[in-house]
């Protein structure tokens, strides 16, 4: 008879099995948990995307797409909407906005359940009012909070190797990231909006000369804006532009780093709107490299030679060598006033007027059988 294997070895035999066989069981119940997950945060997604395409055709815009489709198992939930379109906002931007896109997918992955993303990758047509702005890109982002019911109070959008098309040729981005920042309870000098922009590597087209008298090459632009509060109530641009101005609204450019070419800037400023509703401001420019910049000015014709001469001399000047060394640095303040751009009381740039579109046309109490009746 076979010898029978000692007591101790067979109930370590039967402990190993019931830990294999809970192991199992514990994998198939979290896969099962997280199958069911996955399935709600899908349904949770299409719920929530049906809902805004609900709101947004309630007042007027048009959205389509082809047959949505559910993915991204294991690690995420997705909702892929292939062409996709977004036409609307006549009532806020004269002509309106259209927006088409090869195809949008929603993102929602563990462990940031409050946060979706949108991946916009390939070929757009953009159209703000009357502006064609065709584009590609090989990577897009748009990554938002999810709240319910509400406007998202920030947005971040990334892109890698973004593409616009241009009447006068091609401008391409290696890099570039847009971060933005609501508050619509903002009151006077609070910020309602704040605007974070970061872009490397602008290659500008070839035309027109003046546009790339510093080069093509734009090697850095980064920006902070602040628009301040109280945001106005309302539906009319004019009229919500008035009450922001005179409820003491400012546009503020916290910071502005820029690198172009041989030049490179720094510069700060405040804008409001005047009584025409004109933009109307003042800052401070700190500029490097403004003989290489005033040469490229008179190269492209900008600037006749007497004049580039004495701006030559003036920068000569002026300019100081900063503390922490480098090259001279020229520091001077910039002034906006009835459209007219000055550097240092030095008239540089007349800007074209803002045409704003008229408020609506009362009703007529003799067309309108609510209103009373005029003596």
């Known amino acids: 008879m076979p010898a029978k294997p000692p007591a101790g070895r067979s109930r370590a035999g039967r402990l190993v099995l019931r830990i294999l066989l809970g192991t199992a069981l514990a994998i198939a119940l979290l896969a099962a948990g997280h199958a069911l997950v996955w399935r709600w945060m899908g349904s949770q997604m299409q719920s929530g ?8 055709r309630a007042i007027g815009w048009k959205v389509t797409h082809g047959p949505p489709e559910r993915g991204g198992w294991p690690f995420a939930a997705t909702l892929t909407l292939p062409q996709f379109r977004l036409e609307g906002g006549g009532n806020t931007l004269p002509g309106g906005l259209d927006w088409q896109a090869e195809q949008l997918m929603l993102r929602v992955a563990l462990p940031r359940l409050d946060r979706l993303v949108v991946e916009a990758p390939g070929r757009h047509r953009l159209r703000l009012g009357w502006l064609e702005l065709p584009f590609a890109t090989d990577r897009l982002t748009i990554a938002v909070p999810l709240e319910r019911n509400v406007l998202p109070r920030e ?17 391409e981005l290696r890099e570039g990231r847009l971060g933005i920042e609501t508050r619509l309870t903002a009151t006077e000098g609070e910020p309602a909006v704040q605007l974070s922009l970061n872009a490397e590597d602008i290659t500008l087209p070839p035309a027109p000369p003046a546009l790339v008298a510093l080069g093509r090459q734009i090697g850095r ?9 109280p945001v106005p109530p309302g539906r009319g641009v004019t009229a919500k532009a008035e009450a922001w101005r005179d409820g003491g ?10 690198a172009w070419g041989p030049a490179s800037a720094l510069a700060t400023a405040t804008v409001t709107l005047d009584d025409t509703l004109q933009p109307m401001g003042a800052g401070t420019l700190k500029l490097r490299g403004a003989t ?15 004049a580039a001469l004495g701006a030559r001399a003036a920068v000569r000047m002026m300019s100081r060598t ?3 060394g480098g090259p001279p640095q020229l520091e001077v303040p910039l002034t906006l006033e009835e459209r007219t751009l000055s550097l240092s009381r030095f008239p540089i740039l007349r800007m074209p007027a803002l045409a704003w579109p008229a408020p609506p046309a009362m009703p007529d109490a003799a067309q309108d059988p609510s209103l009373p009746a005029r003596d």
């Open 292 to 306: 290489a910049l005033l040469d490229a000015a008179q190269a492209a014709g900008l600037l006749p030679p007497r």
């Open 249 to 258: 609204g400012t546009l503020e450019l916290k910071s502005l780093d820029l």
């Open 221 to 229: 632009l980064v920006a902070e804006v602040a628009l301040t509060g």
């Open 155 to 171: 947005a971040e959008m990334q892109a890698e190797r973004l593409r616009i098309a241009t009447p006068t040729g091609s401008v």
């Open 49 to 56: 995307f049906d809902d805004w395409v609900a709101s947004r």
């Open 322 to 324: 900063p503390p922490e």
